[in-house]
């Protein structure tokens, strides 16, 4: 089947500590992004890559960074310099990554601050 | 004033109703809109495109109103498999291909 996955589904961070988000899409896509969903907000945008090896900032990049060696994979890390990690990351894909396209969503993953 | 902008809701109707979203975007050189619904702690998943020319598909309708800035969606027959949070998104601007605005959402409750 194809689509996006995300894991793992919950983690947990303790102070201090970055954690890796894993995404993986078999769609063939170039495009991939990363988002982020609070309570009572809209999708923000962390992240985006339209190629592989090169990725720009979205509008709250401060305290993650990506990489995106392989065109199916983007991975995401929250490092210890973001202040309120708890929240829900949005992996999603795109074919070429214009705004006309839609963007295909993975699972999500919940990160929770111990 | 929001980029985007949408009634939180929640709207709670009966089977069979029909009920209809507005959304506002700020930016006149917007080109393109959807409709992406979001069920409970689940990601979202694209509804409709919407078109200058309005579209449907089944029971969904989406129409655009560039001179006042909206866009709707129009539900007929409501389901209860319709519950949902459904998201409002608009691009930035006609010159970036990259970015889009997030409404967030309104919330629907289809009742027996």
């Known amino acids: 089947d194809g689509g996006i996955t995300q894991s793992p589904k919950y983690l947990f961070r303790k102070e201090g500590q970055n954690v890796t988000l894993s995404c993986e899409q078999n769609?063939?896509?170039?495009?991939m992004y990363w988002y982020r969903q609070d309570p009572g907000q809209g999708l923000r945008l962390i992240y985006y890559?339209?190629?592989?090896?090169?990725?720009q900032k979205g509008d709250i990049a401060e305290g993650y960074s990506v990489s995106r060696e392989k065109k199916e994979s983007f991975p995401l890390t929250v490092t210890s310099a973001q202040k309120n990690p708890t929240a829900f990351y949005l992996c999603?894909?795109?074919?070429?990554?214009?705004?006309?396209?839609?963007?295909?969503f993975g699972p999500g993953t919940r990160l929770l601050v111990l | 004033r929001k980029e985007v902008e949408q009634d939180p809701g929640p709207f709670n109707v009966p089977e069979g109703a029909t009920v209809a979203f507005n959304c506002t975007y700020s930016?006149?050189?917007?080109?393109?809109f959807f409709w992406y619904r979001q069920d409970c702690r689940k990601e979202p998943k694209l509804l409709m495109s919407?078109?200058?020319?309005?579209n449907e598909d089944g029971r969904f309708t989406a129409q655009l109103n560039r001179a006042s800035q909206y866009i709707s969606l129009l539900i007929r027959d409501s389901k209860l498999s319709d519950s949902a949070t459904y998201l409002c998104?608009?691009?930035?601007?006609?010159?970036?291909?990259?970015?889009?605005?997030w409404g967030l959402g309104t919330s629907l409750g289809v009742n027996p």
């Open positions: 999603a894909s795109s074919f070429r990554g214009t705004v006309q396209e839609t963007q295909y």
């Open positions: 769609l063939n896509h170039d495009a």
């Open positions: 890559s339209q190629i592989v090896n090169d990725f």
């Open positions: 930016n006149s050189a917007s080109q393109s």
């Open positions: 919407v078109y200058s020319s309005g």
């Open positions: 998104v608009v691009n930035e601007d006609a010159g970036n291909n990259r970015k889009l605005i």
